[in-house]
């Protein structure tokens, strides 16, 4: 109402661009492989079964459904009530949700009424499932699962009318920003192929070997599956011990090399070690068909082999991350039935060999989820593609990887600004499909691993059996890892484990400088505990990063002083090597 009638016609004429530009991207969708060519099929996933079970369970429990339903009545009572009587004068509270950060959330009756009936609508959607009572476990953690990705995706500031924030950026910029967010999503359909694929960051600015991943080094070794790197020593001498550490290969290495502010890579080097990092390749034509003990034999082994050559010394230590510490606990199995004793002591990133209690990723591995998964696999000739790995990752975080960006972009029009955290997550890695499938259906669904019912080359693994020293890092606030199954993980090694809780999550919680000063780490060292959270009621908490403490573990075992040899060139070029730099695009695969 306080536009001027030349400001309105501005407005009016962007609304008419953006109408056009809106119906062009609805036309893309329709015509590509997108959302609603994935929905026309049906229910993949289950969450339409899951919801069904949640009500068939509880029309079976009336009293339960009837109280959940008295408590959401109570609550819009005491609601309206709030409204009536609240002092609307008062001075606004911080609000701990960032995503009603907008001062108006608290300041315009209107505004802060939607947002209270929203949590208040939230909680009762995601309390009918825990009330549910006759809810077999796996249907329990689905339904709960996808009743949060939809009470997170109703939440009003995915809106523009219901969005403070965006209606005032529409009203500031004559319509501008609606119509730039458009047109970024409409990009973002075509790089999807007519499926949305956010674009998160501005990629233009960021290039391997020269503003990231910048250690120095040498590809030192190469096969079909690995370049093994071997970085150059900041010191005049080094522990005779070197470490090797496995990354995993749902994404590239070099997240423990993004700059030099916050290298890990580099900070072990300039502890005294010589460091070696696998860069593995990207599953295309040649390593489709590669299986888990083909990780083993050309993963774990021939780097071992390879790293030891390089360095003249007769043992090492390593480190697996992730899924790369699925794989090194594997092979360590292997190792002590077999003898092979080249590794004398492995650290484990935020990785799982007990997935009993796994989280949200279970939903991927129980029937529908992993025949799902299994479709994609098969209808891309055998490859699980890193575009889909990527979206579950996002989905798994949608506040913070899928709705922040189609606010802040196509409600707000605001350009992806540079982030290398950001650029490193989009650049996404292929897997071969029988080694994901495997991990799938023997790790998650079927926990073969942690019962000493999984075989590598041949063997029977039993974690019993790994005598050497190991010491397990996890996150508080890991959502793909979740700390309580790391914990329990930790506890079938045995006698020899060491566990360390650190604050954040994934990514943060492990790669966290000392320079930083950022978060804080438990320790405790007793695993008698009977779970994770028992054992951090008596941990003692260290402010900063939890990389010292493992410091104070790894020196002791790395060996004497010798004197620093800068790696060979061995003609197979510098660090970060060729395999990181594939990108998916230069992979094709067959569409889905």
Not at 20 to 26: D, G, R, V
Not at 251 to 272: A, C, H, P, T
Not at 428 to 445: D, F, M, W
Not at 535 to 555: D, F, H, R, V
Request: with cysteine.
């Amino acid at each position: 109402m306080a536009q001027d009638p030349a400001r309105l016609q501005v407005l009016m004429t962007t609304l008419a661009l953006a109408n056009t530009e809106s119906q062009a991207l609805l036309s893309e969708v329709l015509t590509g492989s997108g959302p609603l060519g994935t929905v026309s099929k049906g229910d993949p996933m289950g969450a339409g079964d899951a919801f069904s079970q949640v009500g068939m369970s509880l029309a079976r429990n009336p009293m339960a459904l009837m109280q959940a339903n008295m408590d959401l009545m109570q609550g819009w009572m005491g609601l309206w009530q709030e409204m009536v009587t609240e002092n609307l004068t008062a001075e606004p509270k911080p609000d701990k949700d960032k995503r009603f950060s907008d001062p108006e959330w608290q300041a315009n009756p209107a505004f802060k009424f939607i947002r209270k009936a929203y949590d208040l609508n939230s909680r009762w959607m995601m309390s009918l499932a825990d009330r549910a009572p006759d809810l077999e476990e796996p249907i329990h953690l689905r339904a709960k699962f996808f009743m949060q990705l939809l009470t997170e995706s109703l939440a009003p500031t995915n809106f523009l009318g219901t969005n403070p924030a965006a209606l005032k950026a529409f009203i500031e910029s004559g319509g501008e920003s609606v119509l730039a967010g458009i047109r970024m999503a409409r990009e973002d359909v075509r790089k999807g192929g007519g499926k949305l694929h956010i674009t998160q960051t501005d990629e233009t600015p960021f290039k391997l070997g020269e503003n990231i991943a910048t250690a120095p080094g040498q590809v030192v070794f190469r096969n079909d599956l690995l370049e093994l790197i071997q970085y150059a020593p900041s010191q005049e001498t080094v522990h005779s011990k070197p470490l090797l550490i496995f990354p995993p290969w749902i994404n590239k290495f070099y997240i423990l090399d993004l700059q030099e502010k916050n290298s890990m890579i580099r900070w072990l080097v300039d502890r005294g070690l010589t460091v070696f990092v696998v860069s593995w390749r990207s599953a295309d034509g040649v390593t489709k068909d590669y299986t888990w003990d083909d990780y083993v034999k050309n993963g774990i082994y021939a780097a071992v082999e390879a790293a030891l050559q390089a360095s003249g010394a007769k043992s090492l230590n390593a480190v697996g991350y992730c899924i790369g510490g699925t794989l090194l606990t594997s092979a360590l199995g292997h190792m002590a039935a077999t003898g092979y004793k080249k590794i004398d002591s492995a650290t484990f990133f935020a990785s799982q060999s007990d997935f009993e209690l796994a989280g949200d990723l279970k939903v991927f591995t129980d029937g529908p989820g992993r025949d799902y998964v299994y479709g994609i696999i098969d209808n891309h000739g055998g490859i699980m593609p890193g575009k889909e790995m990527y979206e579950t990752f996002n989905w798994l975080r949608p506040i913070d990887l899928v709705w922040r960006y189609v606010i802040d972009q196509y409600m707000l029009g605001k350009e992806p600004r540079p982030f290398d955290l950001l650029y490193w997550n989009a650049d996404q890695t292929n897997i071969p499909g029988p080694v994901h499938k495997r991990y799938l259906s023997e790790c998650y669904a079927e926990n073969r691993l942690a019962k000493g019912e999984y075989t590598v080359l041949g063997e029977k693994i039993d974690m019993r059996n790994i005598e050497i020293p190991v010491l397990l890092q996890a996150s508080k606030d890991d959502h793909i890892v979740p700390f309580e199954s790391v914990f329990r993980s930790a506890k079938r090694y045995g006698d020899n484990a060491t566990f360390v809780l650190s604050g954040s999550g994934h990514i943060a919680g492990v790669v966290n400088h000392p320079d930083a000063r950022k978060y804080q780490h438990w320790t405790n060292n007793s695993l008698e505990a009977g779970s994770a959270n028992a054992w951090l009621e008596t941990a003692t908490e260290t402010p900063g990063s939890w990389w010292p403490t493992w410091w104070a573990w790894l020196k002791p075992k790395s060996g004497r002083k010798v004197k620093a040899v800068e790696p060979k060139d061995m003609g197979l070029g510098a660090a970060p090597g060729t395999y990181v730099k594939v990108r998916l695009e230069d992979i094709k695969l067959p569409p889905l």
